[in-house]
């Protein structure tokens, strides 16, 4: 079963633009992390924000986490078409001997230029 | 670049073979993870490996079975291939196991056809 859902599923943009991801789970957490996929090859890590954070920023991207509604959100500003791309959440849950991350369905950006 | 490797890139076998699919975890990295990725969909957690000891699992069949090494590479085992087994596999490499607090690095991952 999935542990995050992105929301949306897909999401096209002009360059420049900003593109905005969602990101439920369910159970508690760790930390939350950010993944990036281009076109069926490894997954890149972009991000991690733990519990205790609210948000954090790296470069371009910038992401918020809320422990009480079971959501973070991903930001990317001034998007380029570079970032085209699959995003994907991804939580390890705190269930006691579980240590799998989780990933959610992902959001299929596209940026056009 | 992540450091991970994973070979082959792409594979193909016909339904009932078994395959071996391989992956360098990053320098000094101890935890392995593996992950089936159907097309359009997220990766699906396999198992993860921790100092050459399963040490939690997905829900997968048995016919899935990993080994870890000394130098903390990785082997995942498919038996008796079925057609829906086809999917990039993933594998990721981190420093730790405890609570997921570190970062995973994944490899290119291995792309399986089952014919």
């Known amino acids: 079963s999935q542990q995050g859902e992105e929301d949306p599923q897909a999401l096209s943009i002009q360059e420049g633009e900003n593109a905005t991801m969602n990101c439920s789970y369910k159970t508690s957490i760790n930390n939350l992390q950010w993944y990036r996929q281009n076109s069926g090859r490894g997954l890149v890590h972009l991000i991690l924000?733990?519990?205790?954070?609210r948000e954090k920023h790296s470069g371009r991207l910038r992401v918020t986490l809320d422990t009480s509604k079971k959501s973070s959100s991903l930001l990317i500003t001034a998007s380029r078409a570079a970032d085209t791309a699959s995003y994907f959440c991804a939580t390890p849950p705190t269930t006691s001997g579980t240590y799998k991350y989780i990933f959610g369905t992902g959001t299929r950006l596209k940026v056009l230029a | 670049e992540t450091g991970v490797t994973q070979s082959p890139t792409h594979l193909i076998k016909t339904r009932g073979q078994q395959v071996t699919l391989r992956c360098s975890s990053q320098?000094?990295?101890?935890?392995v993870s593996w992950y089936q990725q159907a097309l359009g969909q997220g990766p699906q957690f396999i198992f993860q490996y921790y100092r050459e000891e399963e040490n939690g699992r997905g829900n997968f069949p048995p016919r899935f079975s990993g080994l870890q090494f000394p130098n903390y590479s990785s082997e995942l085992n498919v038996n008796a291939l079925e057609l829906d087994d086809s999917a990039l596999y993933l594998c990721?490499?981190?420093?730790?196991?405890?609570?997921?607090?570190?970062?995973?690095?994944f490899g290119p991952g291995t792309r399986l056809t089952v014919t």
């Open positions: 990721a490499s981190s420093l730790s196991n405890i609570g997921g607090r570190n970062e995973q690095y």
């Open positions: 320098s000094g990295h101890n935890t």
């Open positions: 924000i733990r519990s205790n954070e």
